[in-house]
C-alpha cells in the first residue's frame, strides 16, 4: 500500500496555504495600485497588465483584457480597485463562458481518450475518473495504451485497483492501437458503461508520434460507432505560452472536445488555457487539484476566475 | 510568432541607421518588442522588467555604428546581455574525492526526474563511472518501477526500498550498499512535490540533512511558465539548490522559464534533456538558450554536432555538390550514416530556425527504422545507379526492392524526396545551406 507522506496536507488546506503567499499577489498588488489614484493612467494599466501576465495570460490575452478596461474608463467609471477588478473578471468570464460542460457520456458505451505531453497528469486524470464513474455504479474499463513508457501500464493498473475499474494492458511496446482495439472489444463485451483510453505522453512536435495517436482513434473508432465520444486534452497548469501552441496542434489532429487542467493545486493559475478557450473555442471540462482519487472536479468558470485573484471564491477582502 | 524578433528589430532601427547614438527614446520601441519576446517566451515578468532595464543601460549612449544596422547592435547586446545571465559555460560536475559522490534530484510533479535520473546514470557509466539509481519515490504508483526498469535497460544498479519504507530509510541503505560496492555515483530520484507542500519539502530537507548530498540538482520542465520563479524560490529556500536539469526541451517551447530559474537562484543550469530516450540528455550552452528564447532557432546546436563529424572543407564540399546537383545517391547514403550518429534527424531539422514545420521537409523526417531502410535500398543498389539515380527504370526498381526487402513504392518513395532534397537544397539561402558557414547567421 501506498505510505502516507508525512503530514500531508489536505489539497483544500494545502490551496488555502499556498494563496495565502499567493493572496498578496494579485488582488492585494491591484489594490496597491489603483489606490489612492485620481485616474487609471497608461502606467497603471501596464501593471495591470503584468498582473495578468504573471498568471500566465500571456501577451495577447492580457492585452484584449486591457483593452476593455479602457474601452470600459469611457463609458462608465472604474476607479476602485474593486470595480477593476469585476471589470477584469466580467471580460475573462465572456472569453471562457459560464456554460457547464460535462463530459457527454450518454453512448452504450462511452469512449474517452486522453491525450497530452509527458508528465501532465494523464493517466492520475484517468485513475480518477475511474474512481468517479465506478463510484457511481458504472462499469469503467481502462485501455493501458501508453506502451512506451517504462512502468506505464503497472502505474494505471494500480489506479484500476484503486477504483475497481478492470485494466486491458500488456507489456512496454506492444502496440498501442492493438492494445486500444482489444481494449474496446474487451468493453464491449464486458458491457461496460465507458472506456477510457491512457495514451502515451508526448510533444505536439513529434509527427510521427502523432500520427499514432490518430491511428488509435480511428482503431477505436472502428470497434465503437462514434467513438472517441471525449477526446480530452490534459494540461498542466503550471505550462506557459507552449501551451497554446500544444493545443493547437493536438486539436488539429486529433479534434479535441475539451480541456483537463491539472495542477492546481499548486500556486499555479492555469491563465495560459484562457488563450486556448478564446482562439480554439474548446472548453475547459475539469480540473485536477491534487493526487488523491477525490481530487478531480468539473469546471467552473467563476470560481477559476475568482481564483486567479483570490484562489477561492468566498474569500473575500 | 517571433521567429522574427531579429526582423522587427532591424525594422525598428533602420531610420536609425548613422544617426548618432542610440538614446532612451530611440530604442524604445525595439525594446518594447524585446520585451514581449521575453514574455511570449515565458520569463517572468520580473525578471524581464529588470532585464529590459539592464539592456537599456547598457546601449543607450553607445554609438550607432556603421558597419551593422542599429537594430542588429541591439540584438547583439540583448543576446550578450542574455548569456551573460544564463551563467557560466558547462562544466563537468566534479566527484567527491571520496567515493561516493551523491547527487539527488527533486523538482514538482511530472517534471522528468525519473527520466533524468536515468540518463544521468547512463552519462556517468559512458564515463566509466559505476552509478547507482535510488528510488526514493514511494507515492507515485510504479514510480519506483519505472526507475527500476530504466536501470535494466541502461544495465546499472538500482536500489529499491521495502514496500511502506520512508524515503529516508531507503536512500540511507542504499548509501551503505554503495560504499560496499563501490558504487562512485549514487543518483536518487525523490517523489515529485509541490514546493508548498511543507510536509514533503521537510522530506527533502530531512534528507538533505541526513545524506548531505554533493549535489543537489532541481529538474525543471521548460515548458513551466511564471510559475518558475516561485517554484525555484520555494525549493531554493527549503532545501537549497547546486544546480538545474532543464526537460522537454526537444518540444518548441522557448524555454523562458530557464531564465526565471537562473535569475532568481543564481544556480547554472547543468543539463538539458532533449528526448524521451536515455541518450538525450546534453550539457546546457547559455549562447545557445539566450538564441532560442529571443526566437533566433538553435543553430550554434546545429552547427556544433554538425561539426563533430564534418570538418569545415566536407561540408564546403558537400554543399557545392549539392548546389550543382553532383550529389548522388553515394553521397546521401554517406550522409545517412553521418546522420545516424548525430541522433533522430527529427531534431536536428527541429534545431533550424523555420525548419522545423518546413513543408518541404515534411518528407524527409523518417524515423530510425526508415533510415535503415532507406541505407538497404540504397546498399541494394549498383555503383552506377547511385552516381546517377536517373537511369534507374521500372526492371531496376524492382530488382532493388528485392535485394532490399522492400517494395517498389518504397523505392519510388525514397527517389522522389531525394529529388525534392535537390530541389529544395537549391532553394535554400546561400548562407544557410554550408554548414561550416552557419555560426554566424543569427547575426549575418
Ligand atoms: N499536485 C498534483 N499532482 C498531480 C495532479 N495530477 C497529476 N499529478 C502528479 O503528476 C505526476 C505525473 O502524473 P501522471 O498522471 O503520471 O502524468 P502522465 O501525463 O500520465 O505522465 P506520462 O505518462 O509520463 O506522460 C504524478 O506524480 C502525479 O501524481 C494534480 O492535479 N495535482
Ligand atoms: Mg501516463
Known sequence: MKPKPPNKLGWTKRLRHGLSKTRHSFVHNLERIVRGQRAITPEILDEIEELLISADLGVNTSQTVIDYIQQELKRRELKDYLSIKNGIQERLLQIIGTNHNGLNLTATTAVIMVLGVNGGGKTTTIGKLAYRYQKQGKKVVLAAADTFRAAAVEQLKIWGQRSGAGVIGYQTGADPSAVVYDAATAAKARGADILIIDTAGRLHTKKNLMEELKKMKRVVGRCIPGAPHETLLVLDATTGQNAIIQARQFHQDLELSGLVLTKLDGTAKGGVAIGIVAELGLPIKLIGVGEGLDDLQDFDAQEFVSALFYGEDNEKD | ?444
Open chain 2, 1 to 444: 510568432m517571433f521567429d522574427s524578433l531579429s526582423e522587427k528589430l532591424q525594422a525598428t532601427f533602420k531610420k536609425l541607421r548613422g544617426h548618432g547614438k542610440l538614446t532612451e527614446k530611440n530604442i524604445q520601441e525595439g525594446l518594447r518588442e524585446v520585451k514581449l519576446a521575453l514574455l511570449s517566451a515565458d520569463v517572468n515578468y520580473k525578471v524581464v522588467k529588470k532585464f529590459i532595464e539592464d539592456v537599456q543601460q547598457k546601449a543607450v549612449g553607445q554609438e550607432v555604428l556603421s558597419s551593422i544596422s542599429p537594430g542588429q547592435q541591439v540584438v547583439k547586446i540583448v543576446h550578450r546581455e542574455l548569456v551573460e545571465l544564463m551563467g557560466e559555460s558547462f562544466r563537468q560536475p566534479a566527484l567527491a574525492p571520496a567515493p561516493p559522490t551523491v547527487i539527488m534530484l527533486m523538482g514538482l510533479q511530472g517534471a522528468g526526474k525519473t527520466t533524468a535520473a536515468a540518463k544521468l546514470a547512463r552519462r556517468f557509466k559512458g564515463e566509466r563511472r559505476n552509478p547507482l539509481l535510488v528510488a526514493a519515490d514511494p507515492y507515485r504508483p510504479a514510480a519506483a518501477q519505472q526507475l527500476n526498469l530504466l536501470a535494466q535497460q541502461l544495465n546499472v544498479a538500482c536500489f529499491i526500498g521495502a514496500p511502506g519504507q520512508t524515503p529516508l530509510k531507503t536512500c540511507r541503505q542504499a548509501l551503505s550498499q554503495a560504499k560496499e560496492t563501490a558504487i562512485e555515483v549514487v543518483i536518487i530520484d525523490t517523489a515529485g512535490r509541490l514546493h508548498i507542500d511543507e510536509g514533503l519539502m521537510a522530506e527533502l530537507t530531512e534528507l538533505k540533512q541526513a545524506l548531505s548530498p554533493h549535489y543537489i540538482w532541481l529538474v525543471a520542465d521548460a515548458l513551466t511558465g511564471q510559475e518558475a520563479v516561485r517554484v525555484a524560490q520555494g525549493f531554493e529556500q527549503a532545501v537549497g539548490i547546486d544546480g538545474v536539469i532543464l526537460t522537454k526541451m526537444d518540444g518548441d517551447a522557448r524555454g523562458g522559464a530557464a531564465l526565471s530559474i537562473r535569475a532568481v537562484t543564481g544556480k547554472p543550469i547543468k543539463f538539458v534533456g532533449l528526448g524521451e530516450k536515455l541518450e538525450a540528455l546534453e550539457p546546457f550552452h547559455p549562447d545557445r538558450i539566450a538564441s532560442r528564447i529571443l526566437g533566433m532557432g538553435d543553430v550554434l546546436s546545429l552547427v556544433e554536432k554538425a561539426e563533430t563529424l564534418y570538418s569545415e572543407e566536407q561540408a564546403a564540399e558537400l554543399e557545392k555538390k549539392l548546389r550543382s546537383n553532383r550529389f548522388t545517391l553515394e553521397d546521401f547514403s554517406s550522409q545517412l550514416k553521418q546522420l545516424k550518429k548525430m541522433g533522430p534527424l527529427e531534431n536536428l531539422l527541429e534545431l533550424l530556425p523555420g525548419m522545423g514545420n518546413s513543408k518541404a521537409l515534411k518528407g524527409l523526417k523518417p524515423d530510425d527504422k526508415q533510415l535503415l531502410h532507406t541505407q538497404a535500398i540504397i546498399d541494394s543498389m549498383t555503383q552506377a545507379e547511385r552516381l546517377n539515380h536517373k537511369i534507374i527504370n521500372g526492371s531496376r526498381r524492382r530488382r532493388i526492392a528485392v535485394g532490399s526487402g522492400t517494395s517498389v513504392q518504397d523505392i519510388n518513395k525514397l527517389l522522389k524526396q531525394f529529388t525534392q532534397m535537390q530541389k529544395l537544397v537549391k532553394r535554400l539561402p546561400k548562407s544557410s545551406a554550408g554548414l561550416g558557414r552557419m555560426r554566424g547567421l543569427p547575426f549575418s
